[in-house]
């Protein structure tokens, strides 16, 4: 049984790895990022206050988009690995409320007890469904603003026979001093940790994300900084550029920087933005690489929102 596991260990470790990059810990695709527009800018994207997924973001964020929204965003990865995202956002005049949900799977996992040709095909499937609330707190002169949000995470996960529940908190803010620019705090995963049927319980690592953003030319370029700082794990610096034409289509590329591998990841993407009647029609495409040693595979997103 012990070969069972740690086979299983090494498979599980890579899909995962290849995925997010970033290191190991409970419940990583917490981590992995949503949207196809966030994704191509590396996920500089904690000072945005324009896109319904800043809901998994910035909560505090979400407090702008003052539309109901629907998002979607889905991937084309390999070895049958899937995630995927979906949520629904609507203001009140109590403030902003939004249901996520984050799916990633690996299907076809062979497992062998000894080595020989007889195995098992085992399945790790992973959910996270929160709920997303958020207020503008303060509303001052020339468009200055301070707002404040929360989700409330629970996380599910399924591996063979076994199974975990866990809950995890994300507290944000986000201020607007000047029209021109937003400054972005959010502590993801406060508190966090999973619970397996076996008893075992893991702590899922405190991420803690800070953002700057800048509008130019009548918010037609926008120029992104963020930092994240992953518990146990080193520094990564984020950038992203968006650059819009005629306010309906856009061009974006990101670059990250790992302090501590020394890894630099680059990021591409396009997007689409066009008013039917009172609909508004978002779809965005982003490009990401992932590389094991000298194995290069490219990763695709796309993400369909609507507001209303």
């Not at 926008?222 to 034409?245: Q, W």
């Not at 990401?288 to 997103?301: L, M, N, R």
């Amino acid at each position: 049984m012990k070969k069972f596991y740690l086979i299983y260990f090494i498979l599980f470790s890579f899909n995962i790895f290849s995925i997010t990059g970033v290191a190991g810990g409970a419940a990583p695709f917490l981590r992995s990022g949503v949207g196809g527009r966030a994704l191509s800018l590396s996920g500089a994207f904690i000072a945005y206050t324009d896109d319904s997924t800043v809901s998994y973001w910035n909560p505090a964020a979400s407090s702008y988009i003052g539309k109901i929204a629907v998002s979607s965003m889905f991937s084309w990865l390999t070895e049958d690995r899937k995630y995927n995202f979906f949520n629904v956002l609507f203001p009140s005049d109590f403030g902003t409320f939004a249901v996520n949900f984050i799916n990633f799977s690996i299907g076809g996992i062979e497992v062998r007890e000894k080595d020989t040709q007889e195995h098992t095909i085992i399945e790790d499937v992973e959910n996270a469904y929160f709920l997303t609330y958020s207020r503008e707190l303060i509303r001052g002169l020339q468009g200055t603003s301070v707002s404040a949000g929360f989700n409330i995470k629970i996380i599910q996960t399924s591996l063979d026979k076994y199974s975990s529940l866990g809950f995890s908190l994300d507290i944000a803010v986000i201020l607007i001093p000047f029209k021109f620019m937003n400054f972005g705090l959010t502590f993801q995963d406060l508190t966090g940790s999973l619970k397996w049927s076996t008893g075992t319980i893991e702590k899922i690592p405190f991420d803690m994300k800070l953002g700057i953003m800048f509008k130019i030319l009548d918010d037609l370029l926008k120029i992104s900084f963020d930092t994240e700082k992953v518990e146990y794990e080193g520094l990564i610096l984020k950038s992203g550029i968006e650059l819009g034409f005629f306010k309906m289509l856009f061009g974006r590329t990101g670059i990250s920087y790992d302090i501590k591998s020394y890894e630099f990841n680059f990021t591409f993407g396009a997007g689409v933005k066009y008013k039917f009647y009172n609909i508004i029609f978002q779809i965005d495409y982003a490009f990401a690489k992932e590389e094991f040693f000298t194995i290069f595979e490219p990763q695709h997103k796309l993400s369909i929102n609507l507001y209303f």
